[in-house]
């Protein structure tokens, strides 16, 4: 699908750990874009990566960008509870709508 | 505050009717969009507007009706030809076009259930 994929669908970890997570997409992107949802909320937007940019960190968060593998990641850090939510990448094409992907249910126990 | 106002969080109706939900902004973006989202799956885009009196389909856009009489609404009909309508259905706004590929503002949803 013109999505491509997130992996791991869900992960489970304890307060303290790092958190990764991962977004494949399939077709030219001019931006690559994460977001948060806390459950039966809205999503949040965390962070933006251009797809002439490798490499962005907000706080805790670090996102990597590999146009050659068609690939990006999501580092959190240090996790808190608090960290516990579904994340997902957004691609934004060159036809101008964002794709998002299926998402990551993070779980970070105390 | 700044931000989008979806209402209500939750509604119920019968299958056979239709029912607007309503979504308004107070940042002055200039585009808006409606997103379908179901258990377990990504957001699905069913239709958006760039500018007051114009929208476009999006990917899932049958059994769908908008409209773009202010900037600052963009009600979604969802109709009785919407053959599985209950879902979680978010809307979301941008400062400009769609094209720009720009970061998203969302709403907290409403959560439709058909029955």
């Known amino acids: 699908s013109q999505q491509g994929e997130e992996d791991p669908q869900a992960l489970s970890i304890q307060e303290g750990e790092n958190a990764t997570m991962n977004c494949s997409y399939k077709?030219?992107?001019?931006?690559l874009q994460w977001y948060r949802q806390n459950s039966g909320r809205g999503l949040v937007h965390l962070i933006l990566i251009r797809s002439n940019e490798r490499e962005k960190h907000s706080g805790r968060l670090r996102v990597t960008l590999d146009t050659s593998k068609k690939s990006s990641s999501l580092l959190i850090t240090a996790s808190r509870a608090a960290d516990t939510a579904s994340y997902f990448c957004?691609?934004?094409?060159?036809?101008?709508?964002?794709?998002f992907g299926q998402g990551t249910e993070l779980s970070v126990k105390p | 505050d700044g931000g989008i106002t979806q209402s209500p969080k939750y509604l119920f109706r019968k299958e056979g009717q239709n029912v607007t939900l309503s979504c308004e902004q107070n940042l002055n973006h200039d585009a808006m969009y409606w997103y379908r989202q179901d258990p377990g799956q990504g957001l699905r885009l069913i239709y958006y507007?760039?500018?007051?009196?114009?929208?476009q389909k999006g990917d899932i856009a049958e059994g769908y009706s908008v409209s773009r009489e202010k900037k600052e609404s963009f009600p979604l009909t969802v109709t009785s030809a919407q053959k599985n309508p209950t879902a979680f259905y978010l809307c979301a706004s941008s400062p400009g076009g769609a094209s720009y590929n720009l970061p998203l503002h969302f709403g907290n949803g409403t959560r439709l259930t058909v029955t």
């Open positions: 957004a691609k934004g094409n060159q036809g101008g709508k964002l794709i």
């Open positions: 507007s760039q500018i007051v009196n114009d929208f």
């Open positions: 077709t030219s992107i001019n931006n």
